[in-house]
């Protein structure tokens, strides 16, 4: 009798167990994904009068579905139709396809404390940046081999609250080596940097335009680009002259002197020589360079739209440090405005928002480039030796709109330059603009608030004692920020769990 009951209980018993696995299974995994997000539905509408769309800003809303943009319906089209899913209405707030930063050291691993991947991507959430692409130096040790990537995405796992991708170094180590740089390609890193200047950092050599030339070949396979650091050491007169000490390292103009706009055109001329062959039919046809943080307005900007004329396959970003201060206006002793190339004259910054606003100059990233202050040298003020860089993650969408009030910048604008191109750029098909199908990067934003940046204001990134922005006013104030249907942000709160996906090419 009794081994009969087992016979009928164990079974059932058995079930039972599976049915509540499965319970425990299923909440576990739900609970994870309530982690990731202030929303708690998979299936919901964004409201506003105001979204930006690559066909213009409408008054509609966007429906959004498991992380993807699945429709958007004109505000006159909606009237009668029956919704599924929550909706948030934005009211008047804006509705932006989410910036997508192309170029930021989060420094990590191995220098988490100059920044490092939580606090990198909470600022960067915090700022309505939903993907940003790590540049593979300043972090130790410098991300130039498979082997490097893969530490690079080791630190990323679970750490990183918006999308990251990486680029590749282009160093003398591997520049001739086509195996070890197509490895490193092969692992999914976006596209290669270089630089044609010392970078600052032992580990990641400067390169020569036959290592460019090399890497672009590899590169064309791939139909990647190659990012450059477009800097020329010409030992002039005054660069030696500052170097001896006879000038004063603490006045900003020495600094400025030390790096003149003929070390940009220098090293622009001997790249738009190497571009020729990104044309239809050249050796290098399927590459593409792209020019980061272009500071001279001048002689290296007219060799760029020679090149783009010709049919190169060329693009270049300027940053918003060189479009909100002018070296007329930096203090003596004030380092945190030290970076390279440097900031210019007041003139050099209105032909920089005239080339932008014409096209010529193709998107915006934010070179953020931390360190700690004491490298920083906050009270010695010598300009010769601060680290050179700017910290400005977190503000980057309130201050290219706060200082192209003046020029009458628009959203679509702000959509081109840090959200469609850099998208291009970086490979991101599904993402960089508010459309059908793609993923859902947003950023909801009040482009007329001000805010003041003083000590109490909340910043997310690690150092800001070094930001040149800190005591500023600007506008425009970030409500909220959603990655692939995540609401990652919202009014000075983060998801719980950093939900961000590494992004790596395939
Ligand atoms: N190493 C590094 O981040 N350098 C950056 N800083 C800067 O101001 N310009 C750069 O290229
Ligand atoms: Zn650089
Ligand atoms: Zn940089």
């Given at each position: 009798m009794d081994y009969m009951l087992q016979w009928r209980v164990l079974p059932l018993l058995t079930l039972l167990a599976s049915f509540l696995l499965l319970f425990y299974i299923q909440n576990s995994s739900k609970?994870?994904?309530?982690?990731?997000?202030?929303?708690?539905?998979?299936?919901?509408?964004?409201?506003?009068?105001?979204?930006?769309?690559?066909?213009g800003v409408i008054s509609g809303s966007v429906e959004i579905k498991e992380g993807k943009i699945l429709s958007i319906v004109k505000e006159e089209d909606?009237?009668?139709?029956?919704?599924?899913?929550?909706?948030?209405?934005?009211?008047?707030?804006?509705?932006?396809?989410?910036?997508?930063?192309?170029?930021?050291?989060?420094?990590?691993?191995?220098?988490?404390?100059?920044?490092?991947?939580?606090?990198?991507?909470?600022?960067?959430?915090?700022?309505?940046?939903?993907?940003?692409?790590?540049?593979?130096?300043?972090?130790?040790?410098?991300?130039v081999s498979q082997e490097t990537l893969k530490l690079k995405i080791k630190a990323a796992k679970e750490r990183i609250y918006v999308d990251v991708g990486f680029w590749g170094g282009l160093v003398l180590e591997n520049a001739f080596n086509a195996s070890a740089l197509e490895a490193l390609l092969n692992a999914g890193v976006l596209g290669l940097k270089?630089?044609?200047?010392?970078?600052?950092?032992?580990?990641?050599?400067?390169?020569?335009?036959?290592?460019?030339?090399?890497?672009?070949?590899?590169?064309?396979?791939?139909?990647?680009?190659?990012?450059?650091?477009?800097?020329?050491?010409?030992?002039?007169?005054?660069?030696?002259?500052?170097?001896?000490?006879?000038?004063?390292?603490?006045?900003?103009?020495?600094?400025?002197?030390?790096?003149?706009?003929?070390?940009?055109?220098?090293?622009?001329?001997?790249?738009?020589?190497?571009?020729?062959?990104?044309?239809?039919?050249?050796?290098?046809?399927?590459?593409?360079?792209?020019?980061v943080h272009l500071s001279d307005s001048s002689s290296s900007l007219e060799l760029i739209k020679e090149a783009k004329n010709g049919g190169d396959s060329i693009t270049v970003e300027t940053c918003p440090h060189y479009l909100a201060?002018?070296?007329?206006?930096?203090?003596?002793?004030?380092?945190?405005?030290?970076?390279?190339?440097?900031i210019r004259d007041a003139a050099n910054k209105e032909k920089l928002w005239e080339a932008l606003l014409e096209g010529h100059i193709d998107m915006l990233s934010s070179d953020h480039s931390p360190t700690v202050p004491e490298l920083k040298?906050?009270?010695d003020g010598n300009f010769l030796r601060a680290w050179g860089g700017i910290s400005s993650l977190q503000f980057v969408l309130?201050?290219?709109?706060?200082?192209?009030?003046?020029?009458?910048?628009?959203?679509e604008q702000l959509a081109l330059w840090w959200s469609e191109r850099p998208a291009k750029l970086a490979g991101q098909e599904l993402k960089g603009a508010i459309?059908?199908?793609?993923?859902?990067?947003?950023?909801?934003?009040?482009?007329?608030?001000?805010?003041?940046?003083?000590?109490?204001?909340?910043?997310?990134?690690?150092?800001?004692?070094?930001?040149?922005?800190?005591?500023?006013?600007l506008s425009g104030r970030v409500l909220a920020t959603f990655v692939r249907g995540?609401?990652?942000?919202?009014?000075?709160?983060?998801?719980?769990?950093?939900?961000?996906?590494p992004i790596l090419a395939r």
């Open positions: 609970s994870s994904q309530k982690e990731c997000s202030l929303l708690p539905y998979q299936h919901y509408w964004i409201t506003s009068k105001r979204i930006v769309t690559p066909q909606w009237q009668g139709k029956s919704k599924v899913g929550h909706i948030v209405d934005y009211e008047e707030a804006v509705v932006m396809p989410g910036l997508i930063d192309v170029h930021a050291h989060l420094d990590d691993p191995g220098r988490a404390e100059w920044e490092g991947f939580p606090s990198g991507t909470k600022a960067a959430a915090a700022g309505g940046i939903t993907t940003l692409v790590d540049m593979p130096l300043n972090s130790f040790p410098s991300t270089s630089f044609m200047c010392p970078s600052g950092i032992n580990d990641f050599p400067m390169t020569n335009s036959s290592h460019i030339k090399e890497g672009l070949s590899v590169l064309a396979k791939y139909r990647r680009p190659l990012l450059v650091h477009a800097e020329i050491q010409q030992d002039s007169e005054i660069h030696l002259e500052a170097k001896d000490g006879s000038d004063d390292a603490h006045s900003y103009s020495t600094y400025l002197k030390t790096r003149p706009p003929s070390w940009e055109e220098a090293a622009i001329r001997e790249l738009v020589a190497v571009t020729k062959e990104t044309r239809s039919g050249g050796l290098a046809e399927g590459s593409h360079l792209h020019i201060f002018s070296a007329e206006e930096i203090h003596d002793g004030d380092t945190r405005f030290k970076c390279a190339p440097p040298l906050l009270d309130p201050v290219t709109w706060s200082y192209g009030q003046k020029y009458g910048v628009t959203l459309a059908t199908g793609n993923l859902a990067d947003i950023v909801i934003w009040e482009p007329d608030v001000e805010f003041d940046l003083n000590d109490d204001y909340p910043v997310y990134f690690k150092h800001p004692s070094i930001s040149a922005y800190m005591g500023t006013k995540n609401l990652v942000y919202k009014e000075g709160k983060h998801a719980p769990a950093a939900c961000g996906v």
